[in-house]
């Protein structure tokens, strides 16, 4: 597509439930990122993937999140459990690849609010 | 491993008046720098970013930044602020091999008409 897309734009859930954030990367971008702005917050860095592998996970808060990424293509960003903190903007970002200088593309973002 | 500071939380200034946004980084290696901006309700787009070639980046809407290594700073300037400049603006590094991007806290920017 013409940009970062992400689905649910607006997500309302109740504490304890399981969410997904789905996020579909501009076409042959094979660097996907996701990262998370809490209120009044900058970014926070929580997972990027180089294809369909991840090799830096380090920035999920817990194991409540995962992530995966299919056919170097979508990804699917869970939360399990969800915590009230866990409301934040959740943004899709994708790149040509991880190369420095590669100019990074962000989606509109996923609000999740828990209550 | 890498840090921004943005100096400023808020910076207001008046319409047609020069705006600086202020950034200082730390980073182990050789980083690329970015400015990217974030209007209320949407995404973040791209300003302009260094790579390592010319220290002064030319970006979208009449921005522009210096790097300067001596003084690990990368502020963001313009000459005449637009009353549709208002917006919160995130200075950002990467590491070289450019995996994870840093953000700054962010500036938000208001215009007085």
């Known amino acids: 597509g013409a940009g970062v897309s992400q689905s649910p734009s607006n997500k309302v859930t109740e504490k304890g439930k399981d969410v997904e954030l789905r996020c579909d990367p501009i076409?042959?971008?094979?660097?996907l990122y996701w990262y998370r702005q809490r209120l009044g917050q900058g970014l926070e860095f929580l997972i990027y993937?180089?294809?369909?592998?991840?090799?830096?996970k380090s920035g999920l808060p817990s194991d409540r999140f995962s992530a995966e990424r299919t056919g170097e293509s979508v990804s699917t960003l869970t939360i399990q459990r969800t915590q009230q903190e866990d409301s934040a903007v959740y943004l899709c970002a994708s790149s040509l690849s991880t190369g420095t200088g590669n100019t990074i593309y962000f989606g509109e973002g996923s609000w999740l609010t828990v209550v | 491993a890498q840090s921004v500071t943005q100096l400023d939380s808020h910076v207001s200034v008046s319409e047609g008046t020069p705006v600086l946004l202020r950034c200082n980084y730390s980073s182990s290696y050789s980083p690329s720098l970015f400015w990217y901006v974030q209007h209320p309700n949407k995404g973040l787009q791209l300003l302009l970013k260094?790579?390592?070639?010319?220290?002064l980046v030319k970006g979208i809407n009449g921005f522009e930044a210096e790097f300067k290594k001596s003084e690990t700073s990368f502020h963001l300037t313009k000459p005449s602020a637009h009353m549709s400049d208002a917006a919160e603006y995130f200075c950002v590094v990467s590491e070289w091999y450019g995996n994870k991007l840093v953000f700054g806290a962010g500036t938000i920017l208001r215009v007085k008409s």
């Open positions: 993937f180089q294809g369909n592998s991840a090799p830096d």
């Open positions: 260094y790579t390592s070639a010319a220290t």
């Open positions: 076409s042959g971008h094979t660097a």
